[in-house]
Structure formats: C-alpha cells, structure tokens
C-alpha cells in the first residue's frame, strides 16, 4: 500500500487500538479479489489457471462492500486477476472510499488509461501498477513486448490526472540487484513509491524454475540495499519488513493480517495459499487452524517471504520495540554480517494438494444454484400462466 501521511496516522491509531485490546488475531488490509480474468498470462501467476466458468464469475458490488464491512480492516488492496475487467469496479471503489478506507487498486495498467474517467482522485485511493522492473525484466515477466512502455505511460497518465499512484514489483530469480536498484532509480524519478516483493511458488505459476528461495531472497535484497545507500529510493514497505528482507529478523508470518475475499469465499488461511474456504469472515478467523501454516510448519509456506504474509508481523513487531523501529528507519537496514536464524524445516507437514477438489466442490454449487434460478423462474411464469388463464 502507499503511504501519505493521512494513511501512517490512520492506519497506525487502527494497530495501536488492536494491541492495546490485546486483540490476537486481527486483519490490516483486506485483500478483495473480485474476479480472476487477466487480460496477460504472466509467467509466475498463479491466480488465473482456471476453468472458464470460474474466470466468468465476479462478486457483485454488494458482495465487495460486504466484505469489506464484515472484515473491518482500514486499507483494502483490490488484486485480481485484472479488476479493470470487472464491469462494476468503478462503483466497487467508490463505496469503499466512500467508508474511507483507503483503497490500493493493483493494475497491469494495459486498460488504466481507459477506464480512468470511472474513478475520481481521493485521498483514500491510489492506483498499484504491476512492474516487475526495467523494460527487459518487466517484459520478460509479463510475457509481453511493449508491456513496460504500456505500463510506464499509464503511470503518467494517471499522475497528471491527479490520482495517486504506485509500482508493484514482484522479483524472481536471475534478476540482478543492479537492475533492481535501476528500476527504483526510475520509479523515484517517475515520482512513485514502490512495493517490491518476492514471488511467492505458486503451485500453479506456469514457469516453476525462477522462484527464490529464502537464502537467495536475503542476498540479493542485501545487495540491493547496499546499493541503495544515500539514495532516498521510495520504497513503501515498513523498515521492519525490508530487515526482515534483508536476513535480520526471523519473522513468523501472519497470514490473517491480509484476509483474502474472491469467489470462492474467505480463502484459508491466506493470499497466496487456497486450502480451503470459508461462508464468512468470522468463520475464516474462529475456524481456521493458524498454527498448521507457515514456514517450518508446512512445505508450501517453505520459501515464503512475501510481503502479504509478512507486513502485518512486521507492524506488530514495530508496536513490540518502537526504538528498534525508529533506528531502522533511520539508519537503514543492515547488509552484512550474520544474518538471523532460519526456521528449521525438519518438522513441517508435507503438501497438500487441493485445488482441483476446491475447484469442483465450487463448480458443482454453481450449477446447483443455476437449477435452482431456473427451476424459480420457471415456477413463477407457471404461476402466471395459471393465473392468466384463471381470469
Ligand atoms: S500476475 Fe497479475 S497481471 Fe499477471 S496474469 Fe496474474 S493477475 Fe494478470
Ligand atoms: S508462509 Fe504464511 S503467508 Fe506465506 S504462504 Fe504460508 S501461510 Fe501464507
């Protein structure tokens, strides 16, 4: 998410109430996923290998601000899939800025210019647009030529429309730290802040081969930093969460900081992991059984380091030792020397493999409830012709 400072006091008094309720488990950003349909197929996604019928479907405008009422969290992101597609998106965002949370609505930007005339710049929304890098790395990921210059010019055009905006950048394996720090050289002369993460595995990502695993994730977010010294580069991540990148903090993750709402329901037990799904948000909290995920707990959660999973630790760990916090972001993040323990993996439980059940188990209800519709509407038109006939 970006961060004005607006968003720093609003969102910061939400985490200070929580903590001083001794609130255990609470959300910071809900992650609304209102459709799956892409207009790319970029080759580390895995959001968007499903049947026809399920990229088909949306949630409704109520069924968004629902959930968004029923989570309570103060900043919503709205990934996808691509949610320009999304007919309704424009009213989508406008009822949640309209209950002031602020709003981070992720794009490839392919259709951003188009559709900029459905959204009005507001302090509580920003645009997030996906760049993956400099022009080959961007490219390259979204397997797209001229996707850069698409992105690049969607960037400026929502600028110079008034809205606020940022770059979301996922990062792979093979992706030098020197074209890192080029890329966020240009996004600061761009003028926008940047989110930058890891790629999370996918187990369903079409190219399996260029995930980073945790030891080489550390390195190379070291290498960056060093090389960002005295460069003042915009980075929009919490100093607590870019240690943690850096190897200097052996964080647990904290997977219901960003509870996920798509068509399916209230994803267990995060973003990026679909295990199963629950009717509403209470459900998702009291029913899912926390302590079965995350790295050295289970084999999917291994390597994860994304920030999804992580920013909410983070903010916790920044309430815990506020000093700790201040230096970091003062001095910046230390880039050698030992860097903290890594979780054992001994004892983690081996992958579970669920994706096609959930997809079937959802495919068989849409039909259900299709017949059912069906079986309604051919009821009430019996009853007219009933009628009709009687008078
Ligand atoms: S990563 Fe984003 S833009 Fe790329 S295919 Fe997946 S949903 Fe679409
Ligand atoms: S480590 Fe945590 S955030 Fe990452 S996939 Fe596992 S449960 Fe999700």
Known sequence: MGVSLRQTVKVGAYVLRQHLAGRKRYPLVLMLEPLFRCNLACFGCGKIDYPDAILNKRLSVQECLDAVDECGAPMVAIPGGEPLIHREIGEIVKGIVARKKFVSLCTNALLLEKKLHLFEPSPYLFFSVHLDGIKEHHDKSVCLAGGFEKAVAAVKAAKARGFAVNVNCTVFDGHPAEDIAKFLDLAKALGVGVS??????????????????????????????????????????????????????????????MPTRNIFGWQKPCYLLGEGYAKTFTELMETTDWDAYGTGRYEKCANCMAHCGYEATAAKAMMRHPLQAATLAWRGMRTEGPMAPEIPLDAQRPAQYVFDSNVQLTLSQMRANEAREKAAKEAVKAAAQTSASAA
């Open 196 to 257: 930058i993460s890891p790629g999370y595995a996918y187990e369903r990502a079409p190219d399996q081969e260029h995930f980073l695993n945790r030891h080489k994730t550390k390195e190379l977010f070291r290498r960056v930093f060093a090389l960002g010294k005295g460069k003042n580069w915009n980075i929009t991540h919490s100093a607590m969460f870019l240690d943690f990148l850096a190897g200097n903090q052996q964080f647990h993750c904290t997977p219901w900081g």
